[in-house]
């Protein structure tokens, strides 16, 4: 099985993600890690070198290679990944996945993001906290309809990590 978390940027998707496969006794793959290492370079270098759509297609090539070939996995997937080029329907239509969103409001995403964002290449451009949250929550607006439809939600906000593993077990049993 490859259990699949998606959400928007600092969910903590990748933390949940390794916590959840040491339960499991899984993998755990990180997809925009899974990137850097195979396109050997920093996902913010490649969205300046090459566009966001050079990187959108390269992202779904390899979470079409992800999919195909591994099993019993933690995939978190980067905030846009279910978006665009048909990847939700990857995700949700195979009998072999299970996708979990992990659903947290706007302010708390912006308190965690803020602190962050020099490291997100598509929010390190935001000054403050009030334009962090204008640009979140256009963000959310957008994305929350593909978030929406994976298998199952999980509201993580004011949740301690342990409270989310556990009710990520819940879901998977």
């Given at each position: 099985?490859?259990?699949?978390?998606?959400?928007?940027?600092g969910s903590g998707k990748s933390t949940l993600g390794k916590q959840l496969a040491k339960v499991l006794d899984y993998d755990f793959i990180d997809l925009d890690d899974y990137i850097i290492e195979q396109e050997k370079k920093s996902i913010a270098s490649i969205?300046?070198?090459n566009g966001e759509i050079y990187f959108r297609k390269?992202?779904?090539q390899y979470l079409k290679d992800i999919l195909s070939i591994k099993e019993d996995i933690i995939l978190a997937l980067g905030g846009g990944t279910p978006c665009y080029a048909n990847n939700l329907n990857l995700i949700t239509t195979s009998d072999k996945v299970i996708s979990i969103y992990l659903k947290l409001s706007i302010p708390f995403l912006c308190n965690r993001l803020f602190e962050e964002k020099e490291s997100?290449?598509?929010i390190s451009h935001l000054k403050t906290l009030e334009k962090l949250q204008e640009f979140v929550g256009k963000h959310l607006f957008e994305r929350v309809q593909f978030y929406s439809m994976a298998h199952h939600t999980i509201e993580a906000d004011k949740k301690s990590m342990k409270d989310v593993l556990e009710a990520v077990l819940l879901k998977l049993i």
């Open positions: 099985m490859i259990i699949v978390l998606m959400g928007y940027m969205f300046s070198d390269i992202e779904s997100r290449p598509l």
